[in-house]
């Protein structure tokens, strides 16, 4: 049986020989850019918050700004669950290109949006409106695109390479992330501030919904996976995928959820690590964004090599290694910034990208083999989206309870438990597996 949307088989048939290359962009450039475009907003904030909020106030300021940056978050589920319905009802190819097309359109109205000194005091309130329109867009694209391209890339021929394959995807959020404060840097560094204030901070918007609405072009000439066609043909789709997920498999919803907490955490956590290096361990911001940029690209290369690692010993097995190495090394793991140096800071830091890597090479292909075809990508995007949701409540936690003297104590044991808690999760679907005939 063939899956044709896959880029990675070599057997896959395409509409037309001339398509491979554009397929292939399609797919892993499509990947970068959503990524690009969710992450441009954060890194813009403090240009974007006197434009769009009351600057009379910074405080308040800053909270309706961040509020809008978790605005997308919060979004996620409720686009993983729309495109999901959508994918495995109507096709996967009709969920992927649309998730591209409302990102791309997103972004690219950021961009023309109207500021505050543009608008009359008694429309004061109308930009930040449509800015916070435009990132829940945003969030509902966000939370389809992942889980429905690791669907398409699993539906493939040749499952010994579903890792790699899934890996290879992965790394390509990196590089949207590394894209994005590239570009960022050269704007900023050949636009002067003031005019960057008044009409530069547009481009990097303005860029993304252009490229996003290219690889859209590009996504359209797919063609529908031989799994969905099949299932069609069959008549045997889900009139209510997700009703039926929530009927038929509620055990493997809750752990497929807790299996896909651990990278969700691990990543999370990176991101905070950008605050907390500098207000705990007073690293100096340049060593830190340098060194979390460094893991970045790391990444880049790390995450296909786990995927083929997931290939060669098993998801499940990579993934419970990875559980109990990082419980046993994570209080160690936080001996390193304490010694204050920037090498020390660097190597903490690319062990940490080794474990996150590790979790989200194995998790994803692992969560593809839980479900069936009519009702997979929408079991994908609900332990995907949910899981991201709850770990995104960690840096609240963190600065809720963490003591000055007992910082990185306090976060080590958190990381420990939600590994623990990740094995007993994966556990239960070995068992499951057992029991079903499941090779994991």
């Not at 961009?111 to 329109?133: D, E, K, R, W």
Request: glycine residues 8%; charged residues 10%.
């Amino acid at each position: 049986m063939e899956y044709p949307l896959s880029p990675y088989s070599s057997n896959a048939q395409y509409s037309s020989v001339n398509n491979k290359l554009p397929i292939k962009l399609g797919i892993n450039i499509g990947v970068s850019l959503e990524y690009y475009d969710f992450v441009i907003y954060a890194l813009l904030l403090p240009y974007i918050m006197p434009l769009f909020f009351d600057a009379n106030d910074p405080f308040v300021n800053m909270v309706k700004a961040f509020s809008v940056f978790a605005l997308g978050y919060l979004a996620r589920p409720i686009g993983g669950f729309i495109f999901g319905q959508i994918a495995d009802k109507k096709g996967r190819k009709m969920a992927f290109t649309g998730a591209m097309l409302v990102m791309g359109i997103a972004t690219c109205i950021i961009g023309f949006l109207p500021t505050i000194s543009m608008l009359q005091p008694s429309l004061s309130v109308l930009p930040a409106f449509l800015l916070i329109v435009c990132r829940f867009a945003q969030g509902l694209s966000f939370g389809a695109e992942l889980p429905s391209v690791i669907t398409i890339v699993s539906e493939n021929k040749d499952d010994s390479k579903r890792g790699f394959t899934c890996g290879l995807v992965i790394s390509c959020t990196s590089i949207g992330a590394i894209f994005a404060t590239g570009v960022l840097t050269t704007l900023t560094y050949f636009i002067p501030p003031e005019h960057f204030l008044l009409w530069g901070w547009r481009i990097p918007f303005l860029l993304g919904g252009f490229l996003a609405l290219i690889s859209w072009y590009l996504r359209k000439n797919m063609n529908e996976t031989s799994a969905f066609q099949e299932k069609k043909k069959e008549l045997n789709l889900e009139k209510s995928p997700f009703m039926t997920l929530i009927k038929k498999y509620p055990s493997i919803i809750i752990a497929g959820i807790g299996i896909v907490l651990v990278p969700a955490s691990l990543g999370i956590t990176n991101i905070f690590f950008a605050s907390y290096m500098a207000s705990f361990f007073a690293f100096d911001p340049i060593h830190i964004y340098f060194c979390m940029t460094a893991g970045l690209v790391f990444s880049i290369f790390l995450t296909p090599f786990f995927g083929w690692l997931s290939d060669l010993i098993g998801v499940k097995t990579l993934f419970m290694i990875m559980c109990v190495l990082l419980s046993i090394a994570c209080p160690y793991l936080f001996l390193l910034p304490k010694m204050h140096t920037g090498k020390a800071l660097l190597i903490f830091l690319l062990l940490w990208q080794c474990f996150l890597c590790a979790g989200m090479s194995s998790v994803l292909p692992w969560l593809t083999k839980l479900f069936p075809t009519e009702v997979r990508c929408s079991g994908i995007s609900f332990c995907y989206n949910i899981a991201y949701a709850l770990g995104a409540m960690l840096p609240s936690i963190y600065m809720l309870i963490i003591k000055p003297e007992l910082h990185a104590e306090t976060i080590s044991k958190i990381i420990c438990g939600i590994a623990i808690l990740g094995l007993m999760n994966a556990l239960f679907l070995q068992k499951i597996s057992k029991k079903r005939c499941l090779n994991y």
